[in-house]
């Protein structure tokens, strides 16, 4: 099982990759909302923002979300490793359940870019 170290880290090399990218996918990721990735399995949340092409993680919190962020992630922290290192989809991740997404229409939208 992921530590919550391994899971900021993670959400850490997401942030780098989303900052180098370019074209379409910089467009998606230069988004200002707010963010949180409730990992289940360790019941954490990290809350943030997604600025500046970048994800800032503000806040590690025990249990779910306190307050509604725009994009909500929720997933196991094996998973969220998986899919920041390559070896897991998303699309195969969310199309199996283990992991949610939740965004408005146009956020969503915007985000299948970077997915």
């Given amino acids: 099982m992921a530590t919550i170290e391994e899971c900021r880290a993670?959400?850490?090399?997401?942030?780098?990759t989303m900052q180098g990218a370019e074209g379409e996918v910089?467009?998606?990721?230069v988004l200002d909302r707010s963010v949180s990735c409730h990992i289940t399995d360790l019941?954490?949340?990290f809350a943030g923002r997604m600025t500046?092409?970048?994800i800032?993680?503000?806040d590690t919190r025990p249990g779910p979300p306190r307050e509604k962020a725009q994009i909500r992630l929720a997933m196991a922290g094996?998973?969220?490793l998986a899919l920041v290192d390559g070896e897991l989809s998303f699309a195969t991740a969310w199309g199996r359940g283990r992991v949610r997404l939740?965004?408005?229409l146009l956020d969503?939208?915007?985000l299948r870019k970077l997915l």
Avoid at 26 to 29: E, L, T, V, Y
């Fill in 52 to 54: 500046g092409g970048r």
């Fill in 56 to 58: 800032e993680v503000d």
């Fill in 78 to 80: 094996d998973d969220l």
């Fill in 43 to 45: 019941d954490v949340t």
């Fill in 26 to 29: 910089r467009a998606a990721a």
């Fill in 10 to 16: 993670a959400l850490g090399k997401l942030s780098d």
């Fill in 108 to 110: 969503l939208f915007r």
């Fill in 102 to 104: 939740e965004a408005s």
